[in-house]
């Protein structure tokens, strides 16, 4: 089932602007028995084994003690090799000159701890650990290097394309520079001084550059512009010369009604065609009306100048939001966006269902080009959608769910499931993460590998662990690993060599 594959039924969804409401309801479900109907186990691919792929039964973590650094293991429910990364607070850190701290795990689900070519692994080091970011090998997980003493290093991704394997793109610690800097030989390779100080880097530190490594969008409270970092005929000479598009100041919202000015900035990303911008907005002090979880769709022309991207009227959206196709588009939460490859490689939005009274199913896409709704995933004893990947860039059609914990009995419940994305129900399931999840740097937080074969989470260890606990103040980052045994363990003596 996907594209327009749930027929009437879809059809009736796609045309019903209300998600409130009884009738909407009615409408909404129908989706759930179409997905439901239609689930089928997943194909493994070529050279990945090891995870479960029906989606029917809801599995119970069994006790598993937390898993010494460096040592492998198998995760007895799913099959899946399981490695701790990071290691105990205080121990030193070999190679580095520095200690392990309490707080030694990714970044965030959004942003794409691997390099390009999966030869290094960028993790963060807090709470008394030093320095604190490290690189680790991509294979081996063994620390190779720290930051580059003169490398202002604040708010980075890692350019996606193998050809700058070895750089990160980011925004100075002050927000008046963006960079590409080569950190294996401490050189700066790029720069540009941007048009007002970018407020917490890069799309309010949740947003992503263009699947080409050439645009990204940088944003303040009331403002963003899009940079060409690497500018090309017809559009312009290459670098050095300068692109940065018009600036768009943020106009009026009513997020809230009767106050029209509310409209915070909670984060930016521009889309991986560098076609579109999806504008998430924040929570005030006070609850939003309808939900807070709104997103607006903005359109990038070739000169770089953003304007609202006017959605299809039919197209679903919630509450007092039904009525405003200018940009708008159903309500999603800790949402990232992909290209679809079973929709010719459309820009799409991927993320939790937020939209009050709405009963599809918890995890939800969403086409930029005109706003049509696609639920992934059957509603029916689903657990609840706590974070969202697309960082598996190089394999399309899969999106990677953080599920959340404390439901028992229910499916996927404290579970890093993969759906995917042509809507028929097919997931790949790669573990628990055995975490209470009980603060936020403790959250899984899952980000695949780019081929997908990997996922990287965080966890406290301090959930179903039987005799051998972690604590609730320390967290650590795990791999679970898909990849084929005799795959795996050729990649890893090449690296080693």
Excluded at 66 to 75: E, G, H, I, K, T
Excluded at 94 to 114: I, L, N, T
Excluded at 390 to 409: D, E, S
Aim: charged share 20%; with cysteine; net charge neutral.
């Amino acid at each position: 089932m996907g594209g327009d594959g749930l027929g009437a039924c879809y059809t009736s969804i796609h045309m019903q602007t209300l998600a409130v409401g009884p009738r909407a309801v009615r409408l909404l479900a129908c989706v759930g028995i179409a997905v439901l109907a239609s689930a089928t186990r997943a194909q493994l691919a070529t050279g990945m084994t090891g995870t479960l792929t029906d989606p029917s039964p809801a599995i119970a973590a069994r006790p598993l003690a937390r898993p010494s650094y460096l040592a492998p293991s198998v995760d007895p429910r799913f099959h899946t090799r399981l490695l701790r990364i990071t290691d105990d607070p205080g121990r030193l850190i070999p190679g580095v000159e520095g200690v392990w701290g309490a707080d030694a795990r990714h970044v965030y689900s959004k942003q794409q701890p691997w390099n390009a070519t999966g030869t290094m692994l960028a993790v963060e080091n807090r709470s008394g650990g030093r320095p604190s970011k490290l690189i680790l090998d991509g294979e081996t997980y063994e620390p190779k290097f720290a930051p580059c003493a003169d490398y202002d290093v604040y708010d980075y991704r890692w350019h996606p394309s193998p050809e700058h394997a070895n750089e990160q793109i980011n925004v100075s610690r002050d927000g008046t520079e963006l960079m590409w800097f080569d950190v294996v030989n401490c050189k700066k390779t790029r720069s540009w001084t941007l048009p007002f100080p970018a407020g917490y880097g890069i799309g309010s530190g949740e947003g992503n550059v263009s699947a080409d490594g050439r645009y990204v969008v940088i944003s303040d409270s009331t403002r963003m512009v899009v940079v060409d970092m690497d500018p090309h005929a017809p559009n312009a000479p290459p670098y050095p010369y300068v692109r940065i598009g018009p600036v768009y100041t943020f106009e009026p919202c009513s997020l809230k009604v009767g106050e029209p000015d509310f409209c915070p900035n909670g984060n930016i990303s521009i889309s991986p065609s560098g076609r579109y911008i999806d504008v998430k907005f924040a929570q005030g002090s006070e609850p939003c009306d309808t939900t807070c979880d709104m997103h607006r769709i903005f359109e990038v022309d070739s000169a770089l100048v953003i304007r609202p991207h006017n959605m299809d009227t039919r197209s679903l959206r919630c509450g007092s939001f039904a009525s405003r196709p200018n940009g708008w588009v159903f309500p999603l939460k800790h949402a990232d966006m992909a290209l679809d490859p079973f929709d010719h490689d459309e820009d799409v939005l991927l993320g939790g269902r937020a939209c009050p009274g709405s009963s599809i199913g918890r995890v939800v896409k969403v086409r930029l080009r005109d706003g049509k709704v696609t639920a992934l995933s059957d509603p029916v004893n689903e657990a609840s959608f706590m974070h969202g990947s697309a960082r598996n860039t190089g394999r399309p059609g899969w999106f990677y769910v953080t599920y959340a914990r404390g439901t028992p009995g229910k499916r996927f419940d404290g579970e890093i499931v993969a759906v995917k994305m042509d809507g028929s129900g097919a997931v790949e399931r790669f573990g628990h993460y055995h975490s209470t999840a009980s603060v936020y740097r403790s959250q899984a937080q899952a980000v695949p590998s780019a081929d997908g074969r990997r996922v990287l989470f965080a966890s406290d260890w301090a959930e179903d662990c039987g005799d051998g606990c972690g604590s609730r103040s320390v967290f650590n980052d795990y791999v679970f690993d898909a990849r084929d045994t005799t795959q795996a363990a050729s990649t890893a003596i090449k690296r080693r060599r």
